[in-house]
């Protein structure tokens, strides 16, 4: 209560407007070409009731998944500053897809929900 719950609702507030910002900035990040790989202007056509508009003519395309996200290409040298940043690039991309699925299958929400509810004791 001595923080305030205008002071809350604004975090939150900020929060969600952020959140799905800060997911497709980390997308296009990894992947320039993130929406025409992943085909995922198809996808929200079909959200939107539009199935038969696709982002791309080819109808044989296979999109990438997720997961298929940080498949980047290894450089051949193991000792060099490119391949820190290979490993670097990687390891905050699997960091960034964990990350969402925790958030896809709420499980980051069921780990705030315990926290508030062991902070009010019930």
């Not at 497709?24 to 992947?31: D, E, K, L, N």
């Not at 290979?86 to 699997?94: D, T």
């Amino acid at each position: 209560m001595a923080f305030g719950q205008d002071k809350a609702k604004k975090i939150f507030i900020g929060i969600n407007i952020m959140y799905p910002i800060y997911i497709q900035c980390i997308y296009h990040i990894f992947r320039p070409d993130f929406l025409f790989v992943y085909d995922g202007i198809s996808q929200a056509n079909r959200c939107l009731g539009n199935p038969e508009l696709n982002a791309s003519d080819d109808g044989n395309k296979t999109s990438l998944k997720v997961v298929d996200l940080c498949d980047f290409r290894a450089p051949s040298d193991r000792i060099s500053v490119e391949f820190g940043f290979y490993v670097v690039r990687k390891g905050v991309c699997w960091f960034h897809i964990l990350v969402n699925y925790f958030n896809f299958f709420n499980i980051i929400e069921a780990f705030i929900y315990c926290v508030v509810f062991n902070f009010m004791r019930r």
